[in-house]
């Protein structure tokens, strides 16, 4: 009886499985590739590859971190800004990088600012945060640093967020640490936070 029980219990695991793979099977069965992005690295050994890609609020252009290397700019082809749909005959273009940032450490996350949109400079920013670094802003246009917001411990040292992410109106930068979540003002970066304590390192938010 407990054999066939078990038995019963992987049929039925297995249905399922057959079922999730279906759906993802008609999910893409008429999806199309619209363009590619691609960076080669002639060095192998320090195992760069894509940590994660976002694209901007306005769809313009896409955010890349790299392992081991920086953070990538990529500007979506015009003609896709407003379309409704893509021609199957439509040329399928090699994005490049217009805007390359070094990282001296390893990235933990980054975040466009939700109300950027190209046609107003002033809203054209992210913000990232690595290890050993405070969170930073990036000008989205030319890459320029344009400032940092700084969490501190008891000893006023330096502690690194773990995560980062902007209020859905912008004026806020949440900071993910070990035992709590800072809460900067966008518009006032440097060392002034709120707090909130909490019990678990906060490794994501959303």
């Known amino acids: 009886l407990e054999s066939d029980i078990k038995t019963s219990e992987i049929t039925e695991e297995v249905k399922e499985i057959d079922e999730f793979n279906q759906k993802e099977l008609e ?11 691609k960076i080669e690295f002639k060095n192998t050994t320090n195992q760069h590859y894509f940590h994660g890609s976002l694209i901007s609020p306005d769809g313009t252009c896409i955010l890349s ?9 990529f500007e979506i082809p015009q003609d896709l800004y407003s379309a409704t749909e893509v021609s199957e005959d ?18 933990y996350d980054l975040c466009w600012n939700p109300l950027l949109n190209s046609q107003y400079p002033d809203t054209c920013y992210w913000i990232s945060t690595s290890q050993n670094e405070p969170i930073k ?19 006023d040292e330096l502690q690194a967020a773990l995560s980062c992410q902007f209020s859905k109106d912008g004026t806020l930068i ?3 640490m070990k035992k709590s979540i800072a809460v900067f003002d966008t518009a006032v970066p440097g060392r002034e936070y709120d707090t909130i304590p909490i ?6 938010l959303a």
């Open 27 to 37: 999910f893409f069965k008429n999806k199309q590739i619209v363009e590619l992005a």
């Open 65 to 73: 971190s790299v392992h081991a290397k920086g953070m990538y700019v």
């Open 137 to 155: 802003m990036f000008d989205a246009f030319n890459g320029s640093y344009k400032c940092s917001y700084r969490v501190y411990d008891y000893a």
């Open 90 to 107: 439509r040329d399928i273009n090699l994005l490049k990088p217009v805007i390359f940032i070094k990282s001296v450490s390893n990235l």
């Open 174 to 176: 949440f900071a993910g």
């Open 199 to 204: 019990k678990q390192p906060i490794s994501s």
